[in-house]
């Protein structure tokens, strides 16, 4: 069965240093993946997805992911961390028209 | 374009009673999905509905239940509430036919006291 583990369950990083979470799934074929953030209390608000093509994905707010088939990783990247970034994030495969989630990873944001 | 709305924001219910859950998707969407989010749980796929049929089911008892209307809205129905059932329950669409791409609703508190 397909599943996705995202290592970190919490992060803090400084405001203004870049970022770096990491996914990595278990799917036999090539895999649909998705990062979405979570605020507090809120929806799942879609970052960027990698469907096929380019491996390099650009998303919102400035965030980017690469897709690495021999690593089966899809890593959410950031260059430079706003304190309004700090959330819960979550990578999801699709399988079967459903989401597989990973576990998310908190980011928190210092000043 | 109005996105994905829940209602009720919030539901506090007692054990084993029956709660019912709404959502509306986005217009030109036919497929909705459901997920719960419950404490250190995770996010666990439920159930989804396309064309009014149930398309897929998660690892979750029959008590939990749903329905798709003609306009594409959607129904979820928990009956004989446990306490574990309180949680976080996001709805999401997306095209017709399990179109990859889903888009979340802001999701109902469901507590079961």
């Known amino acids: 069965a397909q599943s996705v583990t995202q290592p970190d369950i919490h992060i803090t990083v400084s405001e203004g240093a870049s970022l770096e979470l990491r996914c990595n799934y278990s799917?036999?074929?090539?895999?649909?993946l998705f990062w979405y953030v979570q605020s507090p209390g809120q929806g799942l608000q879609l970052l960027l997805k990698?469907?096929?093509?380019?491996?390099l994905v650009q998303g919102i707010k400035g965030f980017e992911a690469e897709f690495k088939r021999s690593q089966s990783s899809f890593n959410l990247r950031k260059p430079s961390v706003h304190w309004s970034d700090a959330a819960e994030y979550f990578c999801?495969?699709?399988?079967?028209?459903?989401?597989?989630f990973g576990q998310g990873t908190e980011l928190s944001v210092k000043p | 374009e109005a996105g994905v709305t829940q209602s009720p924001t919030h539901l506090i219910k007692t054990r084993g009673q029956q709660a019912t859950l709404r959502c509306s998707p986005i217009s030109g969407h036919t497929s909705v999905y459901w997920y719960q989010q419950a404490l250190g749980l995770g996010l666990q796929f439920l159930l989804w509905?396309?064309?009014?049929?149930?398309?897929n089911r998660g690892n979750f008892p029959p008590r939990f239940s749903g329905r798709q209307f003609p306009n594409y809205s959607s129904e979820l129905n928990v009956n004989a509430l446990e306490l574990e059932d309180s949680a976080l329950y996001l709805c999401?669409?997306?095209?017709?036919?399990?179109?990859?791409?889903?888009?979340f609703g802001p999701g109902t508190r469901l507590t079961v006291l």
């Open positions: 990698y469907f096929s093509g380019d491996t």
């Open positions: 799917y036999g074929a090539t895999p649909y």
């Open positions: 509905y396309d064309e009014g049929e149930e398309r």
């Open positions: 999401a669409s997306s095209l017709r036919l399990g179109g990859n791409e889903q888009f």
């Open positions: 999801a495969v699709v399988q079967g028209g459903k989401l597989i």
